[in-house]
C-alpha cells in the first residue's frame, strides 16, 4: 500500500507512539464543551443552507446506521457510524497502523497538515490541566462508554461536502488520524466515527466556525432502515416540531425526566436523559429498568406470550403462538404507552413517547423483544440514553444556537427534495 511521503509527520508520530507507555497521556479523556451560540454576518447570510447525507443501516439486525463521507484530495469514500455522544471525527489510518481492525476501505492515508497542539480544538479534546509532549502535533485518545477507544493524532483534510441547491464546497477540516483502535462490546466494521457531540471539534461546529451553515444538527431513521443526516436549519418546518431546552450537560440533554407508563407518572423521576445515536438500543438505570420491566411484565400476564429466555437477542424476550414477522403483529400485546416526561418551565412538561415500533424488535427466530436495556449493568452509571431504536420515523434536530433539542413523526424512508439537489 502507498506511503504518505511526509518525513516529518512520521517522525512525530513515531515519537508519539514512544511516549504511548506514559499512563497519564494515555488515559486523557476527551471533554467536551458547548458550541457557540453566536452566529457571524456570513453566516447569517445563508440561513437555509443545509448539507444532506442518505443514511444506511439499521437497528437490527445490522444494529447501527452510518453515512458515506469523501475525505482527502483526491476524495475517497468512508463509511462513518453516525454519534451524536461524542465530538471527535476520526478514521482508522496508515499513520502507520499500530493496532486497526476490520473496516470496509483501505486505511486514510493521512495527510501532513497537522494540527499543533496548542490549538484551541485540541484543547477542546483534552482535559485541562494537560500538558504538550509533542508542541507541533495535537494527540488524543477518545474512550467509548462500550469500552472502545481510538488513539491517534488530530489534522486537517478537505472533505467534499454539497449542499441541497447543488453548490459543492470543500472545506478543510480536522479529524482524527487513529492508528490505534481498541473495539468496544458494540463494535461495527466502518472505517470510522463521524463526531456530531457539541463541542468545538464536531464537524457541525468546524463548519459553522468558517461561516458555512448553521450549527444545527439533524436526523431521520427509518424503521425500514436507512434514513438521513443534515447540517443546518433549511430541511424542517420549526413550527411543526417539539422543543425542549437543553440542559447544561456536555451531552445532548433534556434534563431530568419522569418516567410515565400508561399515561400516568410512575414516581420513578430525575433521570438524566441523552439522546445518542451511535447507541442502538435506550438504555434506562437499573431502578427505572427495573420498574418498567416489572409493569410490562404485569401488563403481558394472562394473555398468549411467554418469555423466551432461550433467545438470546436481547435480554427480554417473548414467544407468541406463531412466529412475529414485524413488531406491527406484536402490538396488540403492547397496548400501554411509555413516554419521557421532561420539565421545561413551571409546570408544563414535553414528553418524548414511546410507541411500541420505539422499544420493540422481532428477533431472527421470530420472538419480541424489548429494545429497552439496564444501562447500570452496561457502566452507564445514572445515565438514561435514547438510542436509535426509539428516534425511528421522527426527525430529532439539535439546533446548538438555539440551545434545543426538538422532534417530529416523519417519513424518513425519502431524502427531503430539492430542485436542482445533488446528493452524494
Not at 427534495?417 to 446528493?423: G, L
Request: net charge positive; aromatic share 10%.
Amino acid at each position: 500500500m502507498r506511503k504518505v511521503q511526509v518525513n516529518v509527520f512520521f517522525l512525530l508520530l513515531f515519537l508519539s507512539l514512544s511516549s504511548a507507555s506514559d499512563q497519564k497521556w494515555r488515559k486523557a479523556m476527551m471533554s467536551a464543551y458547548n458550541g457557540s451560540s453566536s452566529s457571524s454576518s456570513m453566516m447569517m447570510n445563508r440561513v437555509g443552507s443545509s448539507i444532506l447525507f442518505p443514511i444506511h443501516g439499521n437497528v437490527y439486525p445490522t444494529g447501527y446506521y452510518n453515512v458515506t463521507i469523501n475525505i482527502g484530495h483526491p476524495p475517497k469514500p468512508y463509511f462513518l457510524d453516525l454519534d451524536t455522544g461524542s465530538d471527535l471525527t476520526w478514521l482508522q489510518c496508515n499513520a502507520p497502523c499500530v493496532r486497526c481492525i476490520e473496516a470496509p476501505h483501505p486505511l486514510y492515508q493521512p495527510s501532513n497538515d497537522l494540527v499543533a497542539c496548542r490549538h484551541p480544538l485540541c484543547a477542546a479534546l483534552q482535559p485541562p490541566d494537560y500538558k504538550c509532549e509533542s508542541p507541533d502535533q495535537c494527540d488524543y485518545v477518545v474512550d467509548y462508554a462500550d469500552g472502545g477507544s481510538s488513539l491517534g493524532v488530530l489534522v486537517r483534510d478537505v472533505f467534499s461536502l454539497n449542499y441541497t441547491n447543488g453548490v459543492r464546497l470543500s472545506p478543510r477540516l480536522a479529524l482524527g488520524c487513529g492508528y490505534d483502535q481498541i473495539p468496544g462490546t458494540s463494535y461495527h466494521p466502518l472505517d470510522g466515527i463521524l463526531g456530531l457531540g457539541r463541542g468545538k471539534s464536531s464537524i457541525v461546529s468546524q463548519l459553522q466556525s468558517q461561516g458555512l451553515v448553521r450549527n444545527v444538527v439533524g436526523h431521520c431513521l427509518s424503521g425500514r432502515g436507512g434514513g438521513f443526516l443534515f447540517f443546518g436549519d433549511g430541511l424542517y418546518d420549526s413550527s411543526h416540531v417539539t422543543w425542549t431546552s437543553m440542559s447544561q450537560e456536555k451531552y445532548y440533554s433534556p434534563g431530568s425526566a419522569e418516567l410515565h407508563f400508561g399515561g400516568k407518572a410512575t414516581g420513578i423521576k430525575k433521570l438524566i436523559v441523552i439522546f445518542d445515536s451511535g447507541s442502538s438500543y435506550t438504555y434506562l438505570n437499573s431502578q427505572a429498568y427495573q420498574e418498567l420491566t416489572l409493569l410490562l411484565k404485569k401488563e403481558l400476564s394472562g394473555r398468549s406470550l411467554k418469555e423466551a429466555p432461550e433467545d438470546r437477542t436481547l435480554p427480554l424476550c417473548w414467544k407468541g403462538r406463531k412466529p412475529f414477522r414485524s413488531v406491527h403483529d406484536a402490538k396488540k400485546y403492547f397496548k400501554t404507552s411509555l413516554a419521557l416526561a421532561f420539565a421545561n418551565s413551571g409546570r408544563r412538561k414535553t414528553q418524548f413517547e414511546l410507541h411500541p415500533e420505539a422499544y420493540l424488535i422481532i428477533s431472527n427466530k421470530g420472538n419480541v423483544c424489548l429494545g429497552i436495556l439496564n444501562g447500570t449493568q452496561v457502566g452507564l452509571r445514572d445515565w438514561n440514553v435514547i438510542g436509535d431504536i426509539s428516534m425511528q420515523d421522527r426527525m430529532v434536530v439539535y439546533d446548538n444556537e438555539k440551545q434545543v433539542i426538538g422532534w417530529s413523526p416523519a417519513n424518513c424512508d425519502h431524502l427531503p427534495r430539492f430542485k436542482s439537489a445533488y446528493y452524494m
